[in-house]
């Protein structure tokens, strides 16, 4: 199973250090915008990187197109050209349907997926959906590559949007919190690089225990909270000043983006990748 990838940036770079992992560094290939980036990591790596995007195509079964919307009109044309009924166009693209994708690549089989940056890290979460001509024994293909870099959680194209509020683009609004709550303390004296460190584990040791124990969130808080203390006086102040509102919010204006990223239908850039 011959695999490249277009584009080797934030989220291209952990998908092809997975791919090498997953699959073996012959059977994986790239390109991306920049000789200078694909020759470290060509070194890095030890895989090769390809000087043509259409001999690429042309010899790859899987093409995993990591790159950002506004980068997708130049792709496409020799992503067409060489394009079989066979091959499997994986997307990270926000906002570019299966529909789309079809009609742009010519390609009949696709996997529109949502990952995030914690993939370079190997703790990813990606959300996938499959076009419906994509077989059982391609899907495990595809699970085994996104597997190399964290969760996968599988569900209908439909979801994709919302996905991108609680995974794709929710690590930006992680860090808001953890940047200002991290301000908070150095405000009394905590040193920064401390400040980071506390709640930067904090946050890491939350999160397990959400997902270990199964436990509703609310219940996880309420454990924390005693009874006339310090947690609950810091909850009432974030209820009084909005952190739920702000949140749900921030995921309104994430998917009514995505949405009106759909409707745009890949109104693109040029990109610079090589022909």
């Known amino acids: 199973m011959k695999i490249s990838l277009i584009g080797a940036g934030n989220m291209g770079y952990p998908l092809l250090k997975g791919a090498v992992a997953a699959f073996g560094a012959e ?55 060489a394009m079989g009924k066979e091959k499997i166009v994986i997307s990270v693209m926000a906002g570019v349907t299966v529909e789309e994708l079809k009609k742009q690549t010519g390609a009949v089989k696709i996997v ?13 979460m990606t959300c996938i959906s499959y076009s419906d001509e994509v077989t059982e024994v391609e899907k495990e293909v595809v699970r ?4 190399s870099v964290g969760k996968i959680e599988e569900i209908p194209e439909k979801l994709l949007n919302a996905a991108i509020c609680a995974n794709g683009s929710s690590p930006a609004f992680v860090y808001m919190f953890m940047e200002a709550l991290a301000d ?22 939350s999160a397990k225990m959400l997902l270990e124990s199964g436990e509703h969130p609310g219940k996880l808080k309420d454990a924390v909270c005693s ?42 850039d040029v990109s610079g990748f090589g022909k």
């Open 27 to 81: 059977n994986v290939t790239f390109l991306s915008k920049h000789r200078e980036h694909e020759e470290a990591l060509s070194a890095e790596l030890g895989i090769p990187f390809a000087p043509r995007l259409l001999e690429m195509v042309m010899h790859s079964d899987i093409i995993v197109l990591a790159i950002k919307p506004q980068y997708a009109a130049e792709i496409y044309p020799d992503v067409k050209l």
């Open 112 to 124: 529109r997926t949502m990952p995030n940056t914690p993939a370079m890290l190997g703790e990813g």
């Open 144 to 147: 085994k590559l996104f597997l």
């Open 184 to 205: 908070g303390v150095v405000k009394y004296g905590i040193p920064r690089d401390m400040a980071y460190r506390l709640v930067g584990q904090t946050v890491l040791g």
């Open 227 to 268: 009874p006339g203390g310090t947690t609950i006086a810091g909850v009432a102040a974030l209820e009084e000043y909005g952190l739920r509102n702000a949140v749900m919010k921030a995921a309104d204006a994430c998917y009514g983006k995505a949405r009106s990223m759909e409707a745009q239908k890949g109104e693109n």
